[in-house]
Structures are given as C-alpha cells and as structure tokens.
C-alpha cells in the first residue's frame, strides 16, 4: 500500500462556491486518505534505496491515469524575472510571480487508453516589480487592483474557467474543450473584438487560446516514452514545448530516469537549445504587439509519478534569451523561469 496525504473579471458569481471549495481543501490536512498503488514494473526486491537507485537493466513503464471520481488539487507557481536591453544600451528590469490553484477530477477511469479530465482553475496569486511599480492580486480577497495594468489583464482570462482534457493511449493530449470557452473565442473574434485594439484582443485570444491553457495545466510535456524501457535509457522527446513569459518556446529535450524511489518515478528532461516561436506577442511596458525574430535557451525539466500514474510533482528551470523587434527597434531580453507543479491533495464528494 502506498499513503497519500490527502478574477477574471467574472468571479464574482462563483464566490460561493469557491468559499466552499476553499474550506474543504483547508480540512484536508487534518485528512489521510489510502491510495492502493498498482505497478506494471517494480524493481527487483533489493534494487531500490533510500537515494532511489536501481538496476541498470531494471525495466520500468510510465503512465498517466487519475483515480476515478476524486479530486486532486494542484498548484502551479511561475516565477519569472527578465532582464531587457535596448539597442542604445539602456536596460529595464522586472519580476512577475504566478500562482494558480487548480482542481483536476476525472469522471471516469481511462478507456481503450484515452481518459477525460475535467479542470477548474479556481484562484489566482499575482504579483508584479519593475518600473517603480508594485501590484499585488490575490483573487480569494475579491478586490481587483485599482488599475488597468496589461500584465494582470493578460493573465486573468484562465481564472474561473473550466474545461476538459483529455488524454490518448500515448499520454498526450487528444483533445481540449469547452463549450464556454469557443464561444467566448468566437465573440472576442467576430464581435467584441471590434471595439477593442490589437494587443488587448490579443490578451484575450491568447488568454482562451488551447496552447496558453495546455501549458499551465498539461505536466508531461511529451516526455514520457510509450512502451517500456529500462532504467538507464536515454530518449528524444521531440516536441518538448513549455511557455516562458508569454512565448511558446520548443526543443528536443533528452530524457533519463533520475530516480526511483517508495513507488515515484522521476524523469528528467534536459533542454540544451530551446527556441521560441517566432511570432507576435505582447512584450511588457510596450503599447503594440512586437515580434520574436529568434532566441536560444537551456533548461531542465522533472516530472515525477506514481506507478498508478498519478502526477505527484512537475518543475523547470530555464534561462533563456531573446531578440524582439519593435519596429526599426531591436531589443534583448534575458529570461530566467522557475516552474513548479504540485499536487496538494485529494478528496472524494
């Protein structure tokens, strides 16, 4: 047996029900709930240890599946500080910290490989540094900040929201849907959109778009392998993709088991020239879109589960950098990205 220890600009109608979320997850740790943990490969009897070793030879296979009909609640934490440097020499700093609560909760257990999983991101930490400005949002105080600060807006379209993922036989993402959210894509596209201008529409299109929300909320990053393999295997996975300060940045990162230790698997993905999109985005402290002309970066990159295939914990650091234009103007960006997932806890209704 293994032990598990158990607003946007529209939150004001949930309240209710997030004050009732809020206390039963504060219960929770005075909970302990069982959790029966199934293996498709243990290691041998003797071959694992207190630092997590295992055999060379050791065969092991990585899923992902959530208990049927319990919650899990997560929580992401992004911390970004970036350094900008002009082409005149002149620099600008500044911090954001990000942390979103969500809870996870699959009706169903998998089948034929695929499983869907409902998502409610339920609250918001946000903290912003740079320019002589301090901005601070906690979205459990219902009082919005007393501005219209672009970096807030573009980060509060998720809040509140709900949405299903669901998972393929090959741990990646099938599908992601909400019947809400296409027609909030649709209005913003065929008429709300008319009356704002470009870098606010592009905050909320990007806010609902299926990238911005499989990134905060889909952990594996197509890193785990399909099949098995043994405990000192090195493999590609070629469509690592992770989002640093708005930018969708890719690589084909390596991966490696860095350890195995009382039923959690950890991976380890290494990122050696990770590069971003090159595409429009919304870059701080600037009035119009601007455009990523290139940019290089490394990063690393766990992800840790039980053998039941139960996301325990996520977390990257990256440093990138990064050439945007802005006109006949070119600046630089130094990027430095700590991410982190967590799973908090669970519980049954």
Same mark, same amino acid.
């Given at each position: 047996?293994?032990?598990?220890?158990?607003?946007?600009?529209?939150?004001?109608?949930?309240?209710?029900?997030?004050?009732?979320?809020?206390?039963?997850?504060?219960?929770?740790?005075?909970?302990?709930?069982?959790?029966?943990?199934?293996?498709?490969?243990?290691?041998?009897?003797?071959?694992?240890?207190?630092?997590?070793?295992?055999?060379?030879?050791?065969?092991?296979?990585?899923?992902?599946?959530?208990?049927?009909?319990?919650?899990?609640?997560?929580?992401?934490?992004?911390?970004?500080?970036?350094?900008?440097?002009?082409?005149?020499?002149?620099?600008?700093?500044?911090?954001?910290?990000?942390?979103?609560?969500?809870?996870?909760?699959?009706?169903?257990?998998?089948?034929?490989?695929?499983?869907?999983?409902?998502?409610?991101?339920?609250?918001?930490?946000?903290?912003?540094?740079?320019?002589?400005?301090?901005?601070?949002?906690?979205?459990?105080?219902?009082?919005?900040?007393?501005?219209?600060?672009?970096?807030?807006?573009?980060?509060?379209?998720?809040?509140?929201?709900?949405?299903?993922?669901?998972?393929?036989?090959?741990?990646?993402?099938?599908?992601?849907?909400?019947?809400?959210?296409?027609?909030?894509?649709?209005?913003?596209?065929?008429?709300?959109?008319?009356?704002?201008?470009?870098?606010?529409?592009?905050?909320?299109?990007?806010?609902?778009?299926?990238?911005?929300?499989?990134?905060?909320?889909?952990?594996?990053?197509?890193?785990?392998?399909?099949?098995?393999?043994?405990?000192?295997?090195?493999?590609?996975?070629?469509? %690592?993709?992770? *989002?640093? =300060?708005?930018?969708?940045? &890719?690589?084909?990162? /390596?991966?490696?088991? +860095? !350890?195995?230790?009382?039923?959690?698997?950890?991976?380890?993905?290494?990122?050696?020239?990770?590069?971003?999109?090159?595409?429009?985005?919304?870059?701080?402290?600037?009035?119009?879109?601007?455009?990523?002309?290139?940019?290089?970066?490394?990063?690393?990159?766990?992800?840790?589960?039980?053998?039941?295939?139960?996301?325990?914990?996520?977390?990257?650091? %990256?440093?990138? *950098?990064? =050439?945007?234009?802005?006109? &006949?103007?070119?600046? /630089?960006?130094?990027? +430095? !990205?700590?991410?982190?997932?967590?799973?908090?806890?669970?519980?049954?209704?």
């Amino acid at each position: 047996m293994g032990w598990y220890v158990s607003c946007s600009l529209c939150f004001v109608s949930k309240q209710n029900k997030k004050l009732v979320k809020h206390f039963i997850f504060a219960c929770l740790t005075l909970l302990i709930t069982v959790f029966p943990i199934f293996s498709q490969t243990h290691p041998k009897a003797g071959n694992e240890s207190k630092n997590g070793k295992y055999t060379a030879d050791e065969i092991f296979k990585v899923k992902i599946s959530f208990p049927a009909l319990i919650y899990h609640k997560y929580v992401f934490t992004d911390s970004t500080k970036v350094l900008r440097t002009y082409s005149d020499g002149s620099t600008k700093t500044y911090n954001r910290v990000l942390q979103y609560s969500y809870t996870f909760f699959a009706p169903n257990p998998p089948s034929e490989g695929f499983q869907k999983v409902k998502i409610d991101i339920d609250s918001l930490i946000y903290s912003f540094k740079g320019d002589s400005l301090y901005i601070f949002y906690d979205s459990q105080n219902g009082h919005a900040p007393n501005t219209r600060f672009p970096d807030w807006i573009a980060n509060m379209p998720m809040l509140s929201k709900t949405f299903d993922l669901t998972y393929s036989p090959y741990y990646e993402v099938a599908n992601i849907e909400d019947e809400k959210l296409q027609e909030l894509r649709n209005y913003i596209n065929d008429k709300g959109g008319s009356s704002m201008d470009s870098l606010t529409k592009y905050m909320w299109i990007r806010g609902y778009s299926h990238e911005h929300l499989l990134h905060f909320t889909e952990m594996n990053k197509g890193i785990i392998p399909f099949g098995s393999f043994q405990g000192d295997s090195v493999w590609n996975a070629p469509k %690592f993709s992770i *989002e640093i =300060n708005g930018m969708d940045f &890719n690589d084909t990162a /390596k991966v490696n088991m +860095k !350890s195995y230790n009382a039923g959690i698997i950890t991976l380890e993905a290494k990122c050696t020239n990770i590069q971003p999109q090159a595409k429009e985005i919304r870059s701080h402290g600037i009035s119009k879109l601007t455009q990523v002309e290139s940019g290089t970066g490394t990063g690393n990159y766990e992800f840790e589960v039980n053998t039941q295939g139960l996301i325990k914990r996520a977390e990257g650091i %990256f440093d990138t *950098e990064v =050439n945007i234009r802005i006109g &006949n103007e070119v600046f /630089k960006e130094k990027i +430095k !990205s700590h991410q982190k997932w967590t799973l908090i806890g669970g519980y049954r209704m």
